[in-house]
Structures are given as structure tokens and as C-alpha cells.
């Protein structure tokens, strides 16, 4: 390239790229060349290069009407002439197209390379990233429990209290992050099913703040703040990804403002966004602000600096309101303030029949109080459990007998069918994915014994919780499927559900 460029061959492409000609260049990424490259890139930026560097020495120069092919015989001779030995030169038709070909075939041959390379690089990050990011809520997890065990009997109600809610937060930290692997999964397979509805944005923002204040904000957090308009925004968009994205937004906000104890302020109005009226909804903080390195790459996987997160959330908030058919972006604060602003629009449904409806419904769902029973005339309603997990299986247990049901657990699905009578058990809580017979073969042999048994699958599959949340499997309610891991009062209202219903 040195040689190349004493020769003004380089200046020549530069020109040419700037009247509009595609060039495109494969050469090695050397310490020589490099001064080169950064020219072509400050003076020509839409010059395609390629790292050559397993490639043959030799030259190609083609455009659409010839082409010049030279060997280098002499790599460190100073003058081009020096440095080249047998060269070809044509301008008939069908050797320049055959060349151009064979120069299409090496571009594509290093464009897979550099491909596989950032793939493979972006692979070894993202096990890096996901060790610490496992590791961390482990270890106080580990510690403890270890504390509680050795000093179960001298340890107080207040210092248990803090120790559990610990616990929690952090058993939900690697849920969230579970999570976060499979959508990005999902996303890049195109498989992202969004579940979309009419729902009211005020109660679904509310919802998300309240729960970021309960888990997130410590002593040395900061306040959030949210102000939801007077006005019912209905919007059409799946209720769980978008409390998603707000709690993505507002933990962000919570990990870079929490140490100067600053305000996390949540606004939300009507905008005409394009011709089209659409939800605006800001997220602004007081923090450190948005990194100028980062900025150019803030929504792609792994755009993170900080030593903490995994820098998924924000890929797959951008995915999830793409996919609604909004936008999202951000800025940092201006006029002297610090922190930064995240930005998203969400269409507002034009629907005024489905509005009303759902404005009932909303309103309905507000004043109703939801009572369940455990019990039919002093009687315990009766749960039979089954997971080859014998650790889930005693919690599964204690969880529902603490919400006042009677539960029987087996680890072992041959024995459970074994135990099984009629009449014994209002509810079957099956695992799928078990050894010797899965839930569903379980279930189906125990339907013979008690056709009038009621089921509910869980399972920590994400394959299996899609494909059976998509359609129905053997005239099975989708609703009956649950994906673990789920909290204890979820499990207790889907199955008090299940019970009650028809």
C-alpha cells in the first residue's frame, strides 16, 4: 500500500469514491499500512477495506472495463517497480468480468472471516460478561445462607428479615438475567412472540415503578418520580415486554444515579410523532450520563462499560418497541445538567369501540377484589406435585401449604402413578421434561384413574413453554402452562385459578 500510495494510486481512488464510485479493497491491516488506511477512511469513508493478510501476495486493480493483475516479487522493495514481477493487463470484456469475479469471491471469502471473528470474539464476551454477572448474585446468596444455617438459633427477626430480602433481591437478579439470555436468543432467531393487547400505559409504567422502588432502591438511592397524565393512553402491546422495557430503563437510571442519591424523573404525553399520534414516554436521571465511546453503539448487545449488567437490556428494549411499532432512543442532559434522557414511542390505539371497552374492563378490574378459596367446607384443597427435582419439589410444597393448601410431592413420576387414586387430589402440578415418563404422558395415565383431574405444567424449558403457549397441545388450555422460575404469589393465583375455574 506504501508503494501504492507514492504512486498516487491511492489519491485516484479516494477522488474516484468521492465522485460516487464503489471501491471496495482487500489488504493486509499492517502497522505500514495503517497511516493508509485512516487517510482513505478520514477523506473517503465509504471506501470498503478488508483485512488481506491470508492472502497471496499480489495485486488486483479492476474496475468494469479492465484490469491489472501483478505479482509481488520483491514485498520490501521501495519502488513499485522494484516490487512487482510478471503483471497482466486487459481491457477485453470477458477476462475483466472473469477477474471481477474472482475478486467478489475472495471479498465475500474475508468478509465470512471477519464475520466468524467478531462472532467468535463476541462469544468469549458474552461468556465473560455471563460468568460475573452468575457469580455475583451467587456468592451473597451462598454467604448467607451459610450465616443463617450456623446461627439459626441466636439470629433475630429483624436481621433475618434484611438477610431474606437479600436473598430474594438477588435470586431475582439471576431470574431477570436468565431471562435476558433467552429474548436476545429469541431476537436473533426472529422466534420473539409479543402477546399484544389493549392496555392502559399509566397502569403499566405504575406497576413497573413500584417495582423497581420495592427491589432496587436502597438506603443510598435516589428518588423516582412519575407523574402519570390525566388522560387514559390505551395502547395495543404485550403487557409483560413492555413493563420490560420501563424496568430495564428505570434500573439503568437506579445503577448510575444511586451514588450521588439523585431523582429519576418518569413523564409521559400524547405526541404527533410523523402523522401519526403516538405515546412519548421519557426516563430522565441525574446521574454520570451516556459514555461519548458508547453512544455510536448504546443499543447493541453488550454496549456497556460499567462492571455491572450484561448490556442486553437495552438491545432488547430497542427489539421490543421495534417490534410494537415504536422507537427509541437517547440523549444526554443539556443546559448544565447532568445524566442522560431514554426516550421511546408507543402508537396510540385508534380503536374507540375496543377503547371504551377496555376503559371498562380497566375499571372493573381496579374495583374488583379477587378472594380465592383453599378450602370447600372446611376442607383443604389437595395438590399433587411431581418433579424429578427433589429440591423443587419440597419447596413447591412448602410454598402451597404456607397459602393454605394440603400438597403430596414425588420425585419420582413411576411412583407418583403408582400412589394415585381417584378422588385424592383437586390439582395435578406437573414438570415436563422428567425421566422415564414426561408430565404429559403422567398426566394422561393419571386421567384414566380420575378423568375429572384438573392440571397445571411447569417447566423450565423455553422451548417447551413457547411451542405449547402458541397452540394447543392435547386440548390443553394454554393457560396452564407455567415457566419456571415464577414467584410464590404467581404460582398461588394461577393455580387458585385453575382450581376455581369450570
Not at 405504575?206 to 420495592?214: E, F, L, T, W
Not at 402519570?228 to 402491546?237: F, N, Q, R, S, W
Not at 459514555?291 to 437490556?313: H, Y
Amino acid at each position: 500500500m506504501i508503494r501504492v500510495d507514492r504512486l498516487g494510486v491511492i489519491d485516484h481512488i479516494i477522488n474516484a469514491s468521492q465522485r460516487g464510485a464503489t471501491v471496495k479493497i482487500i489488504c493486509p491491516f499492517s502497522e505500514e499500512n495503517s497511516n493508509i488506511i485512516r487517510k482513505i477512511d478520514e477523506q473517503a469513508s465509504a471506501v470498503k477495506v478488508l483485512n488481506g493478510n491470508h492472502s497471496p501476495f499480489g495485486m488486483y486493480i479492476i474496475d468494469s472495463e479492465k484490469f491489472l493483475r501483478a505479482e509481488v516479487k520483491e514485498p520490501q522493495a521501495e519502488t513499485f517497480s522494484e516490487a512487482i514481477g510478471f503483471a497482466v493487463y486487459s481491457n477485453s470484456k470477458l477476462s475483466v468480468d472473469f477477474f471481477r469475479s474472482v475478486f467478489e469471491l475472495l471479498w465475500n471469502e474475508h468478509t465470512l472471516n471477519e464475520e466468524l471473528k467478531r462472532a467468535d470474539k463476541m462469544q468469549k464476551q458474552f461468556i465473560n460478561i455471563a460468568a460475573h454477572e452468575l457469580r455475583t448474585p451467587i456468592q451473597p446468596i451462598l454467604g448467607l445462607l451459610g450465616l443463617l444455617r450456623s446461627r439459626k438459633t441466636e439470629i433475630k427477626k429483624q436481621e433475618l428479615d434484611a438477610s431474606l430480602d437479600l436473598i430474594m433481591r438477588n435470586a431475582l437478579r439471576l431470574k431477570r438475567l436468565a431471562e435476558d439470555i433467552l429474548d436476545v436468543s429469541k431476537i436473533e432467531s426472529r422466534s420473539l412472540v409479543m402477546h399484544k393487547e389493549l392496555l392502559n400505559l399509566n397502569e403499566a409504567i405504575s406497576g413497573a415503578v413500584q417495582d423497581i422502588i420495592k427491589n432496587q432502591l436502597d438506603s443510598r438511592g435516589g428518588q423516582i418520580s412519575y407523574e402519570p397524565i390525566e388522560d387514559t393512553i390505551l395502547v395495543e402491546a404485550d403487557r409483560f415486554r413492555l413493563i420490560q422495557v420501563v424496568s430495564n430503563l428505570l434500573s439503568n437510571a437506579v445503577k448510575f444515579t444511586k451514588r450521588n442519591g439523585g431523582t429519576i424523573h418518569i413523564s409521559m404525553k400524547k405526541k404527533d410523532d410523523y402523522g401519526q399520534e403516538v405515546a412519548l414516554v421519557s426516563v430522565k436521571d441525574t446521574g454520570i450520563g451516556i459514555d461519548p465511546e458508547i453512544f455510536p453503539r448504546l443499543f447493541e448487545k453488550f454496549a456497556s462499560n460499567s462492571f455491572q449488567g450484561t448490556g442486553l437490556g437495552l438491545f432488547l428494549s430497542r427489539s421490543i418497541i421495534e417490534a410494537q411499532g415504536g422507537r427509541i432512543w437517547a440523549e444526554n442532559n443539556t443546559d448544565g445538567q447532568n445524566g442522560a434522557t431514554f426516550y421511546f414511542t408507543l402508537p396510540i390505539t385508534s380503536n374507540k369501540r375496543d377503547s371504551e371497552k377496555q376503559r371498562r374492563v380497566i375499571l372493573k378490574t381496579k374495583t374488583t377484589k379477587t378472594t380465592t378459596k383453599t378450602k370447600d367446607n372446611g376442607k383443604m384443597k389437595n395438590i399433587l406435585i411431581v418433579d424429578d427435582e427433589p429440591d423443587v419439589c419440597t419447596v413447591l410444597k412448602q410454598v402451597l401449604e404456607q397459602y393454605g393448601f394440603s400438597a403430596d410431592s414425588y420425585d419420582d413420576p413411576i411412583l407418583a402413578l403408582e400412589n394415585f387414586k381417584t378422588g385424592l387430589y383437586e390439582l395435578l402440578l406437573l414438570d415436563i421434561k422428567m425421566p422415564e415418563m414426561n408430565g404429559f404422558l403422567l398426566y394422561q395415565e393419571m386421567k384414566k384413574i380420575d378423568n375429572k383431574i384438573k392440571v397445571c405444567f411447569l417447566t423450565a424449558s423455553e422451548m417447551y413453554y413457547e411451542e405449547f403457549r402458541k397452540e394447543e397441545f392435547c386440548g390443553l388450555d394454554k393457560d396452564l402452562f407455567l415457566r419456571k422460575p415464577i414467584r410464590n404469589e404467581d404460582l398461588f393465583n394461577e393455580i387458585s385459578r385453575i382450581i376455581n375455574s369450570n
